[in-house]
């Protein structure tokens, strides 16, 4: 994480959760599935509200009462989370309120908080944690890579992953320089 991107941050919110204008526990969140660390692709926002965008079942909608501000800040990584945990939270009105351009519709889409549960692609490791572009996962056992000639270790690192968009178990990664598609019950997320 850039110490320039936290400042830029930092500046453009007064040193504030962008969702809720808590000044206590910030850190920066890139906004999937973006990946690149920059102001344009990240918020400023508490700890606690980053950890339930990332775990849907820990959402606590009394936490999101700054979204009737927040989604018309003027940034749009802002802007697109917003739009993510009105749909999340079912605040349908709020929703039909908002204006967002087919681009930054897209990138607000490109997660499914919009779809039912039954339709939308979560990418979950082997111990139910969901998986974000951008995640680094280790491997629980030992993997025969079609294709190539070697084995990828249990153990062995993957670092800055890529989400399989249209199947939810499957993720790609590079191991041991090879880019490889990855089955996501064979990993584990790491912090």
């Not at 918020?43 to 999101?64: A, M, R």
């Not at 979560?122 to 139910?128: E, I, M, T």
Request: charged content about 30%; hydrophobic content about 35%.
């Amino acid at each position: 994480m850039s110490i320039v991107t936290e400042k830029r941050l930092k500046d453009r919110s007064g040193s504030k959760c962008e969702i809720s204008g808590s000044e206590e526990n910030l850190v920066v969140y890139v906004v999937a599935p973006k990946t690149e660390a920059t102001p344009e692709n990240c918020i400023l926002i508490t700890k606690s509200l980053k950890d339930q965008i990332e775990n849907p079942d820990t959402t606590n909608p009394n936490d999101w009462r700054g979204l009737s501000d927040s989604m018309w800040n003027e940034n749009l990584p802002v802007q697109i989370v917003s739009w993510r945990m009105l749909a999340r939270l079912k605040s349908v009105d709020l929703l039909e309120m908002m204006y967002l351009d087919e681009e930054a519709l897209e990138w607000a889409k490109a997660t499914g908080e919009d779809q039912d549960d039954e339709g939308k692609i979560v990418h979950k490791d082997s111990n139910g944690n969901i998986l974000f572009d951008g995640d680094s996962v280790v491997l629980i056992k030992d993997l025969d890579v079609k294709g190539a000639n070697f084995t990828a270790k249990r153990g062995a690192a993957v670092h800055n992953i890529k989400l399989v968009w249209d199947n939810a178990e499957q993720i790609e990664g590079r191991v041991e320089g090879q880019h490889i598609v990855i089955l996501t019950q064979y990993v584990k997320k790491t912090k």
